[in-house]
């Protein structure tokens, strides 16, 4: 990561910081609203549960506390007045040793309840949450996947979110539960001094701010470094995963990855041990305000008991309640500091949830004239942050009926094209026409139900081959029928019968049982999915059988050939012994067509595809 990159990465930390800072007390609850209605929102009776059960556990300490003080006291006076009423002395101490014990057990099952509340709502609001992120991951452009910083927002938001609007929620409710607590306390010591209160407030505040202070650092040093933990990821990836194994073995590149693996841990490892001795060290130093503070009260309160001014019961009760109120108190500004990380890693969520998403205009599904075909129409496109154009002026007519073959060496823009047509990219400049309409008038589905693609990096799932086919017409996934009938069309028929259990044989590695198929096995099953599409109009076969051998890719193509007479196809391959079957041939250089016509004619040309054509064939004297 170069350091322009490194200091705006830096600068979009701070800004989310200083948003979150900002303004005030309402900076800090701003994603707070939002975690809270999407609490609520995702299970209304345990968020109401939770809320009652927060304020009847931040009330019963006080009550606990208070009852406490009447027992000392009571026993105070049955000690003095035993020799006069003997056994009934015990009855007003027992009562509220009862009515403490009472309190006490419902005080352990309003926390119970809580503890409950809270590990339900944390599994309903993790899958919630995670939910979104994946339903806003379906809306995005291919684009903005290919967009590294973007990733980094999408990476962020996964790594943190499933946990941090729970963490918000219960936080919110624990600083309600505290705030409740501290009232109650106070309400009971003013009575012995109103500087008191002031003491218990003021003991734990240095703590506080030194804790929000360092939640920024920690925050700051995560958004910072997400490229790193991003190839950290990776590294693992490539080093553990059995598509990467084979290579990682034969190259012995193992060793050298591991190394890069264990060097961005100790750079990440180094910060991070920084951040939590200074963390820990001032944490300390400044909690000691509050441990001195704290006792200094306690003698204060032993003095006036001594001096009488008042009761060994009251004394008792008072030193509870300065000692549980600092607790509560520590907890309590804990809480809104935890609110104030917890809101700083909320704004990567709602920043990736908040991306502009470009809405479907289109609405047409029938074209006006299905005759026509495709029309590429002055089209040029360029990647974002690239500095050349990867198509410039690209016009291409292919009629209903008519196969176009796409050539060219890697990089002249062949596949880009494709993604053109298929709407995973918008044209920069000019415009594609389908049957006499702009791809931007059509719906988005409809426009994919009618072209049906493999490109040459297609997926492999690990599901079983029949849903591996049936994956290439969602509405028909679990069709045994339409499995069968693609199959057949994709040649993959015959060797999917003799797998073990047939269609439902379980592919690839990561699942028991699993099996794994050679490339052009593979290759078949992709061709397979574009069968699926039964309304397709449009076939587009990008590289589909680079892993078979030559006379397998002959008969794969002229199978193919006489299944697709109605329909338009567009075919990319290396391969000039398959290309030349073409009505069409158009030969693309540096993302601009040099030359189109039949074989017959570019031949004839003598240009830039005979010269391909002559060369490869030399091969196979």
Known sequence: MNLKKLLESWRTAQKSIDAARNPGIRGLFRYGQHAIVLAYTTNPALCLSLGGLTLLAGLLPAGVAWVGAHIVDAVITAIRTYPITGMHAYRTPLGYVALEAGLVALLGASQRG?????????????????????????????????D??????LT???????????????????????????????????????????????AGLPSFFAEAKFSGDAFRLFRWRSPETRMQAYLETVIAREDHAKEVKLFGVGDLLLGRYKDIYERLY??????????????????LIATLSLYGAYGWVAISAICSLISLGQ????????????????????????????????????????QPVTAPSGTLTVGPNPEDGIRFEDVSFTYPGASTPALSHINLHIKRGESLALVGE??????????????????????????????????????????????QDFARYQLPVGENVGVGDVSHFTDRAHWKDAARKGLAEEFIEELPAGYDTQLGKWFKDGRELSGGQWQKVALSRAF????????????????????????????????????????????????????????????????????????????????????QARGYH
């Open 148 to 153: 590294s910083e973007f990733y980094d927002k």
């Open 270 to 287: 180094h910060e991070d041990r920084s951040l939590t001795l200074r963390r820990e060290i001032w944490g300390f130093l400044l909690g």
């Open 532 to 615: 699926m599409r039964t309304r397709a109009d449009v076939l587009v076969l990008d590289e589909p059988t680079a892993a078979m051998d030559a006379a397998a890719e002959a008969q794969v193509f002229e199978h193919f050939r006489n299944l697709t007479q109605d329909r338009i196809t567009i075919l990319i391959s290396h391969r000039f012994s398959t290309v030349r079957m073409a009505d069409k041939i158009a030969v693309l250089t540096h993302g601009q067509v040099c030359e189109s016509g039949s074989h017959e004619q570019l031949m004839a040309h003598n240009g830039h595809y005979a010269h391909l054509f002559r060369l």
């Open 315 to 354: 004394m008792t009760m008072y030193l509870t309640l300065f000692r549980q109120g600092q607790v509560a108190l520590t907890a309590g500004l804990s809480a809104i500091g935890g609110l104030y990380e917890d809101n700083l890693y909320l704004s990567n969520l709602y920043e990736y949830l908040d």
């Open 156 to 202: 962020r938001a996964r790594r943190e979110a499933s946990s941090r609007p729970l963490s918000m929620v219960i936080r919110t409710f624990g600083l309600i539960q505290n705030a409740v607590t501290l009232a109650s306390f106070g309400a009971i010591l003013i009575q012995f001094s109103p500087l008191s209160v002031f003491i218990l407030a003021l």
């Open 114 to 146: 809580l503890s409950a509340c809270q590990s339900l709502l944390r599994a309903e609001l993790g899958q919630r949450v995670n939910v979104m992120i994946l339903e806003k991951a379906l809306t995005l452009s291919l684009v903005q996947f290919e």
């Open 410 to 455: 890697n990089g002249s823009g062949k596949t880009t094209l494709i993604k053109l047509l298929t709407r995973l990219y918008e044209p920069s400049q000019g415009r594609i026409v389908f049957e006499g309409k702009n791809l931007a008038d059509w719906h988005d589905v409809t426009l994919r139900e009618r072209i049906g693609v493999i490109f």
